[in-house]
């Protein structure tokens, strides 16, 4: 029975830190935290309950099942747990996520030297995605090429940007937004899940199981138990970057206190600190963020649609990677705008399906459970996807008046009402099967 060593389980959390850390996770923490000014450390600690805890009870909630999402929605039955799992693999793959890494690199970290002209973009989408290509060709080699060489040199440029954040702040904390004023817990929270780490999480767990395996680890436990492990060294980087991040944002009000979202305070910052070292150093830490994603995105949409249709995996990585590149040059501002309502209609039923197969003890039939909670689920998702569309008009009224409906959360108290109704169900009619098969 083969095992991993220490270095080997290291660079494999490193591979699944690489994975997760996307431009968006680098951006979302510094608007944050300069947002939340004093009230720094509530809103902090909401963010990473939903940025870091989420995604990494998804990983744990995988490595139990075997790393597949199809065991995940096995309750659900094979058709809707099929569409569910499409409809994710699509939306964080070729369709919305995997072309925006490139985009967000290219407008982050080239474009300021470039111009954000369309020949510039296709130049740089072109050889983004065939590094993309050449690193999740062969699964197997990705703890070689991506945790053992390029993480290392993002954590390199990340520790030179998280140190300077914490030992050269550009100021003192600033004061804080009225939006964080009032539960600064819960605005925290709610940033966090906007993130969508939770979906990444979902189409990483086959890449995290495949990579272990393929290291020559066979028995299921070990695969289990080494998923987890190398989520938590994952979480445990992901949560420093966001403390850091969040600081870097906190006390960055006196020289970007008008700036209107992540990118602008990070390149704010970088150039008070560092000058046109600094661009470089976020080009640097951008880039390979977002090329480590984007990676592992078509290497998870490669393993999965390879098993659900006749078509080898080199094939639909060469698809999805040239399907991305097409996608990528229609530009960020039109990608984002058709993305943000999909990706948050399919959270909350994410969210759902982890929490519901972490508790699969306390379920008598899993499918009595399962069924009616997601199908409430997809309902109030489909009206909070409508409503970020703009579509507010055909969305009911009730559902807008829904606590934390303002917050895309609307669907949360109708489903754990509908989650206590299915739980008790299940025990009556579970007790009902046991007292007929004693008699």
């Known amino acids: 029975m083969i095992r991993l060593k220490g270095l080997d389980l290291l660079a494999l959390g490193f591979m699944t830190f690489a994975l997760f850390l996307g431009a968006g996770n680098i951006i979302f923490p510094p608007s944050a935290g300069l947002a939340a000014g004093h009230s720094l450390w509530f809103a902090a600690l909401g963010f990473l309950l939903t940025g870091v805890g989420l995604p990494l009870l998804t990983v744990v909630a995988l490595a139990r099942v075997g790393g597949g999402m199809d065991r995940l929605t096995a309750p659900l039955g094979r058709g809707a747990g099929t569409l569910l799992a499409v409809a994710v693999y699509l939306a964080i793959g070729p369709l919305f996520a995997t072309p925006r890494t490139a985009v967000v690199s290219f407008e982050m970290g080239v474009a300021p030297f470039t111009g954000n002209a369309a020949v510039p973009l296709f130049v740089y989408t072109v050889l983004f995605f065939s590094a993309t290509l050449f690193l999740s060709i062969n699964p197997g080699q990705l703890v070689n090429r991506v945790g053992k ?40 929270f709610l940033e966090g899940y906007l993130t ?28 289990t138990r080494y998923s987890m492990i190398a989520g938590a060294i994952a979480a445990l ?23 209107q979202n992540g990118v602008q305070i990070l390149t704010t910052y970088v150039q008070h600190t560092f000058g046109t070292t600094g661009s470089l150093l976020l080009a640097v830490v ?76 306390c379920w008598v039939s899993p499918s009595r459970v399962f069924i009616p909670v997601m199908a409430v689920t997809l309902v109030f998702g489909v009206a909070d996807g409508l409503s970020a569309a703009g579509f507010t008009n055909l969305v009911p009224v009730l559902f807008t008046r829904l606590p934390l409906a303002a917050q895309s959360m609307g669907w949360l108290v109708p489903v754990l009402v509908t989650l206590a109704i299915a739980f008790a169900v299940d025990r009556l009619l579970g007790q009902r099967r046991l007292a007929s098969d004693a008699g």
Not at 218 to 223: F, R, T
Not at 239 to 254: I, M, P
Not at 291 to 297: E, Q
């Open 196 to 223: 969508m780490d939770t979906l990444g999480a979902l189409v990483f767990g086959i890449v995290i199981a495949t990579a272990i395996r393929d290291r020559g680890v066979s028995e299921p436990a070990l695969v």
């Open 237 to 259: 980087g992901l949560s420093l970057v966001y403390l850091a991040l969040f600081y870097l944002g906190a006390t960055s009000q006196g020289i970007a206190g008008e700036a």
């Open 286 to 361: 951008i880039t390979l963020a977002c090329l480590t994603t984007a990676v592992g995105l078509t290497t998870a949409c490669g393993e999965f649609f390879s098993g659900l249709m006749p078509v080898g995996y080199r094939t639909v990585a060469v698809v999805f990677t040239l399907f991305s590149l097409l996608v990528a040059n229609q530009g960020l501002t039109q990608l984002i705008s058709v993305s943000v309502p999909v990706l948050v209609g399919l959270y909350p039923l994410a969210i759902m399906l982890v929490a519901l197969s972490l508790l699969d003890r």
């Open 149 to 188: 060489f390029i993480t290392p040199v993002l954590l390199a440029a990340l520790l030179v940007l998280g140190g300077a954040a914490v030992f050269a702040p550009a100021g003192d904390i600033g004061t804080t937004a009225d939006s964080y004023r009032n539960g600064p817990l819960l605005k925290g």
